[in-house]
C-alpha cells in the first residue's frame, strides 16, 4: 500500500490575514516615503509632519487599546491590552518627544498640531470600531498597526539607513521588544478567533484590510504634506 502525502496544517487565522493583504504590504514597502527613509533621501520636513501626526494618532490608538483591555475575555489579554496602551502613550512620546527635542520643538507645541483628513480619518474609524464591535473585531482593526510595524522594521533593518534619525526609527520597529509584543497580539488573534463562524471572520478581515489601507494612506499623507483643502 502506497503511504499518504503528509497533510499539512491549517493555515492560521492570521496567516490568512496577510495573505489577502500581502498586496496592501507590497504597496507600503514601494511608497517612496519609505524608499526614501532608507536610503536616506527622504526630506527631514516630511518625517517631522508624519512624526506629528503620528503621536496625534496614538493618543487615539491608545484609547482603542484600553477598550480592548476592557472587552478582553481573560484577565491575561485585559493586562497585556493595558499594559499596551500605557505603552503607545509613554515609550512611543518619549521616541517623538526625543525627535522634537532635536527638532526644537516641544511637546506641548506639536500637540497643537492639528489632525490631516488622513489621520483623522483613520482615529474616527478605529475609535468607532472600538466603541462599537467586538473584541475579535477590535482586534482585527488594531492588528495592521502592529503587525505592518514590524514588518517593515524588519525589512528595512536589512539595508538600514544612511540617516541616523531614520535609523533609530527603523531600529525600533525592528527590535526584539517590538516584535515580541507584536507576536503576542498575533497569538491572540488566532485564539479569540478560533471557534468563530465564517461570517464573524470576515468581518475581522474586512476590518483588518481597511486600516491596512489606512496605513497605506497615513504614510502617503506624510509624504504629500496632506493638509485640509479649504
Known amino acids: ?27 507600503i514597502l514601494a511608497h517612496p516615503f519609505l524608499r526614501g527613509i532608507t536610503d536616506g533621501s527622504l526630506p527631514e520636513e516630511k518625517f517631522r509632519f508624519y512624526v506629528q501626526q503620528d503621536s496625534l494618532y496614538l493618543r487615539e490608538y491608545a484609547r482603542c487599546l484600553a477598550t480592548a483591555s476592557a472587552k478582553a475575555p481573560t484577565s ?18 518619549s521616541l517623538h518627544e526625543s525627535y522634537f527635542a532635536a527638532w526644537g520643538l516641544s511637546s506641548d507645541a506639536a ?40 514588518e ?19 531600529d525600533a520597529y525592528a527590535s526584539e521588544q517590538f516584535a515580541s509584543a507584536v507576536q503576542r497580539v498575533l497569538d ?18 474586512q476590518h483588518y484590510l481597511t486600516a491596512s489601507r489606512y ?5 502617503d499623507a506624510a509624504y504629500r504634506l496632506e493638509t485640509w483643502p479649504v
Not at 76 to 93: G, I, K, P, T, Y
Not at 113 to 123: C, D, E, G, H, V
Not at 136 to 149: F, K, S
Not at 152 to 170: D, E
Open 1 to 27: 500500500m502506497t503511504a499518504s502525502a503528509p497533510t499539512a496544517p491549517p493555515q492560521t487565522f492570521t496567516a490568512n490575514l496577510w495573505t489577502i493583504a500581502e498586496p496592501i504590504f507590497d504597496a
Open 76 to 93: 491575561r489579554w485585559c493586562e497585556m491590552f493595558a499594559a499596551h496602551a500605557q505603552s503607545a502613550l509613554n515609550v512611543e512620546r
Open 111 to 150: 500637540a497643537q498640531t492639528s489632525m490631516t483628513p488622513t489621520t483623522l480619518a483613520y482615529t474616527s474609524y478605529l475609535l468607532r470600531v472600538a466603541g462599537t464591535a467586538t473584541f475579535e473585531e477590535l482586534i482585527g482593526a488594531i492588528l495592521p498597526c502592529y503587525w505592518i510595524y514590524w
Open 152 to 170: 517593515v522594521g524588519k525589512r528595512l533593518i536589512q539595508t538600514g539607513s544612511p540617516h541616523a534619525v531614520y535609523q533609530r526609527w527603523i
Open 188 to 205: 491572540v488573534a488566532d485564539a479569540s478567533t478560533a471557534d468563530l463562524p465564517g461570517s464573524r471572520l470576515a468581518l475581522i478581515r
Open 215 to 219: 496605513e497605506w494612506m497615513f504614510w
